[in-house]
């Protein structure tokens, strides 16, 4: 597969683009909605939420906090993780300026 150039699109897209590929799993999606009602989790908590392997859960923060949405702190033996309401709200703002609304009545359209 040839490599990616992101270097021809906007700084914006690159961000679309990056969080809508750490958003395309649905345990991630699912990790996300539980720390989003949580509020703060540690990671044996999201193991026996999702029913997911611990090395597989580790994984997809691992993706989220890549993008920076997802933050973690170690306390002792254990791993916090919460929403990074900075990036949340920039990825929230990004996400509504993408997917603004369209005119439903335009016949230009197929």
């Given at each position: 597969?040839?490599?990616?150039?992101?270097?021809?699109?906007?700084?914006?897209?690159?961000?679309i683009?990056?969080?809508?590929?750490?958003?395309?799993?649905?345990?991630?999606?699912a990790?996300?909605?539980?720390?989003?009602?949580?509020?703060?989790?540690?990671?044996?908590?999201?193991?026996?939420?999702l029913?997911?392997?611990?090395?597989?859960?580790?994984?997809h923060?691992?993706?989220?906090?890549?993008?920076?949405?997802?933050?973690?702190?170690?306390?002792?033996?254990?791993v916090?993780?919460?929403?990074?309401?900075?990036v949340?709200?920039q990825?929230?703002?990004?996400?509504?300026t993408?997917?603004?609304?369209?005119?439903?009545?335009?016949?230009?359209?197929?």
């Amino acid at each position: 597969m040839g490599a990616s150039k992101t270097d021809l699109f906007t700084q914006e897209q690159n961000d679309i683009a990056a969080m809508a590929k750490a958003l395309a799993h649905p345990a991630r999606i699912a990790i996300l909605q539980y720390l989003v009602e949580k509020n703060v989790c540690i990671t044996g908590t999201l193991v026996e939420e999702l029913g997911l392997a611990q090395a597989t859960i580790s994984q997809h923060l691992k993706e989220l906090k890549t993008v920076g949405i997802v933050q973690g702190t170690i306390e002792g033996t254990s791993v916090c993780y919460c929403i990074n309401p900075k990036v949340w709200k920039q990825y929230k703002a990004l996400f509504n300026t993408f997917f603004k609304d369209v005119n439903p009545t335009s016949s230009d359209c197929c």
